[in-house]
């Protein structure tokens, strides 16, 4: 049983940059696609980036396309988001998500969620 832990969230002023990191535990990503989301208040969980671990290819959503930045570690089995130029907009919980994925941006492809963490950015 894969089990995934966020860190990284906090508050940041517009323009600044965090960066999420989502750690496995349990198990490795190996054969894994591990995607971040992000739920606004009110909202659906929305698809942000994906990372395939077996050869790193990546995908983004539009809305944050030119800002973030996935990429993963392998030795320390921990997939990253650098969040840059962030926008008040940008303000969410930030969920990481592993699975097979054959869809990256559906959340319905993935099997295990880590448990959220806060970005908040303020103008």
């Known amino acids: 049983q894969v089990q995934l832990v966020e860190s990284g969230g906090g508050l940041v002023q517009a323009g600044g940059s965090l960066r999420l990191s989502c750690a496995a535990s349990g198990g490795t990503f190996s054969w894994y696609v591990v995607g971040w989301f992000r739920q606004f208040p009110g909202k659906e969980r929305e698809f942000s980036a994906a990372i395939r671990w077996s050869g790193g290819s990546t995908v983004y959503a539009d809305s944050v396309k030119g800002r973030f930045t996935i990429s993963r570690d392998n030795a320390k089995n921990t997939v990253y988001l650098q969040m840059n130029s962030l926008k008040p907009e940008d303000t969410a919980v930030y969920y990481c998500?592993?699975?097979?994925?054959?869809?990256?941006?559906?959340?319905?492809?993935?099997?295990?969620w880590g448990q959220g963490t806060q970005v908040t950015v303020s103008s």
């Open positions: 998500a592993a699975g097979p994925a054959r869809t990256p941006t559906a959340q319905g492809s993935y099997n295990y």
